[in-house]
């Protein structure tokens, strides 16, 4: 299934971009499911959670965080029944749960399970096209599924289920309640639905769509998500610059807002892979006709832009200085900034700051038996030496 991920700055009109490119695919023929946190002008409406036949071809899922989250603690509540009757708490009626922060982006994530499982068809649809929230969340939460997996296997490890007949043994020796079986079994019930949403955002036909309203604000935004993108090895579809006014105005207002956007948009056409131009309608788009005429090149491409499974490459880079081997592991970062890197080595793991996201590594199995020994960043490329140690990794005469 081909996957487009849309997001922008905040009021770039990612929402109403991301609802075109999925008519327009529909229109192609294609098998199309468009998942949106907000509704979407011209479609009609349904219920949170239910998809909704828009045109032939086209379907829409809308979000419901509020929904979500009073689902998701009540079955907890009712797992950890004996553990809550033990400490003397008070369950809580689905009724009086309101949703906390971070309750949409934990709902979106559900969202993407369930699409990827197929739930809401029985076939899978061709293309799936997904709203994401503006930049800065979107990144956060495209990193999300990763670290909420290695947080599950720091705090309860699999390997630890293999115990489980001692546990009564080991309360009474301890005089405390042993983690219940239900714990882990929803650990790991979770981590299988992260492991199928992370595999989603790896897959190679996933890339991200993004929304931008040329100008200088837009274009500092989107230069440092190029980096995080970088960062999590995702790849980009294309650029829509949206609400392009009309070059030749007579009224001098509008031909000065001209004059900046066509200022940025130059920046941008020198780019490998130039943007597409989206006319200002002069009117938000109310209908579907509305949407038809934002430009056939909002729909999807058959094939996603080719890019490895692992954007990261290991080169050898010769001999040390007392005749050791050198590795070098490349990571482009497009746009990072030398003095926001920050490196750190921990075991089998590298974390890696830049700016304002952050990932851990794990290391290849040939880095593991080495010690890091510099880092530099040359032309958007991070390049990590690497000395093979000698006790992990002998050397041969």
């Not at 739930?119 to 969340?137: M, N």
């Not at 031909?255 to 920046?267: I, N, T, V, Y």
């Not at 499974?309 to 900034?337: F, N, S």
């Amino acid at each position: 299934m081909r996957t487009v991920l849309v997001t922008g700055p905040g009021g770039a009109g990612r929402t109403t971009l991301a609802a075109a490119s999925a008519l327009h695919t529909a229109r192609g023929g294609r098998r199309t499911l468009l998942v949106t946190a907000d509704p979407v002008p011209g479609f009609p409406r349904a219920a949170a959670g239910e998809d909704v036949e828009v045109t032939a071809g086209l379907h829409h899922v809308r979000t419901d965080s509020a929904a979500h989250f009073r689902a998701e603690l009540t079955a907890l509540q009712d797992r950890a029944s004996g553990v809550l009757d033990l400490l003397g708490a008070h369950r809580m009626d689905g009724e009086e749960l309101t949703e906390l922060p971070g309750a949409p982006t934990l709902a979106l994530l559900h969202t993407l399970h369930r699409a990827a499982a197929g739930d809401w068809s029985k076939d899978l649809y061709d293309v799936l096209v997904v709203d994401l929230p503006p930049l800065a969340e979107a990144l956060a939460l495209l990193a999300l599924p990763g670290q909420l997996r290695r947080y599950l296997r720091r705090l309860l490890p699999p390997e630890r289920q293999a115990a489980r007949a001692l546990r009564p043994m080991l309360a009474q020796i301890a005089g405390v309640p042993m983690p219940a079986q239900w714990l882990y079994e929803a650990a790991l019930r979770k981590d299988g639905e992260l492991a199928a949403v992370e595999g989603l955002l790896r897959d190679r036909s996933t890339t991200v769509r993004l929304v931008a309203e040329p100008g200088p604000a837009a274009e500092e935004a989107l230069s440092r998500a190029r980096t995080g993108l970088a960062l999590y090895g995702l790849g980009t579809d294309t650029l829509l610059a949206n609400r392009i006014l009309p070059r030749h105005s007579a009224d001098p207002f509008l031909a000065g807002l001209a004059a900046r956007q066509d200022a940025c948009l130059e920046h941008w056409r020198a780019d490998p892979a130039p943007p597409a131009e989206i006319a200002h309608l002069g009117r938000d788009p109310r209908s579907l006709e509305d949407l038809l005429l934002l430009g056939e090149h909002c729909a999807v491409d058959d094939r996603a832009p080719g890019r490895a499974d692992d954007p990261w490459w290991t080169e050898d880079t010769g001999r040390a200085e007392d005749g050791g081997r050198l590795l070098t592991w490349c990571l482009p970062l497009p746009g990072a900034v030398r003095e926001e890197l920050r490196l750190v080595r921990r075991g089998d793991e590298l974390l890696l700051t830049a700016g304002e996201f952050h990932r851990t590594l794990r290391l290849e199995s040939a880095l593991r038996r080495c010690t890091v020994s510099g880092a530099a960043l040359t032309d958007g490329v991070l390049r990590v030496r690497f000395t093979p140690d000698p006790d992990l990794w002998p050397r041969t005469r």
